[in-house]
């Protein structure tokens, strides 16, 4: 499976999940379905419907202190996502020009151990440095 693919499908199901429980719930919501009314639209309705149910579940989640649950909504949207673009590549642009859209309204958090990214580019005889934190460079 091409990375890209599988990076973007993640994003996308963790951005919803992180949404689900925001005002911008509804803008993201309707984001993603349209991709499927387009693409996929004979499952364009039970989308919609999943996504609520899904929505129902984490705000029962959150309010318990099931932060396992929050995991798996975000694992099985990401699946979702990830099945739609393999079906359909030509998806790609218009999901992340969605994802592009709502990622100002994601809440400010820090994100937990284990879920940073970084990418570095250097060209020439140019060098990159990157830390998730500590960092002691000794060169001569």
């Known amino acids: 499976m091409d990375p890209q693919i599988a990076d973007l499908a993640r994003t996308a199901g963790t ?3 992180t949404l689900m429980a925001t005002t911008a719930w509804e803008s993201a919501r309707d984001g993603l379905v349209s991709l499927w009314q387009r693409f996929q639209p004979n499952r364009a309705d ?5 996504f609520e149910a899904s929505r129902d579940d984490l705000l029962l989640a959150r ?3 099931d932060a396992e649950s929050e995991a798996e909504l975000a694992a099985e949207w990401q699946g979702r996502v990830r099945r ?3 079906a359909q590549p030509e998806v790609a642009d218009e999901l992340r020009r969605i994802l592009d859209e709502l990622n100002p309204r994601l809440p ?14 250097a060209s020439g ?3 990159v440095y990157q830390a998730g934190r500590d960092q002691h460079i000794s060169e001569r």
């Open 63 to 65: 309010e318990t202190g």
């Open 46 to 50: 039970g989308i919609g419907e999943e």
């Open 15 to 17: 951005t919803m999940v």
């Open 84 to 86: 739609l673009l393999m």
């Open 108 to 121: 400010d958090q820090r994100p937990a151990v284990g879920e940073i990214r970084m990418t570095a580019e």
């Open 125 to 127: 005889s140019g060098r």
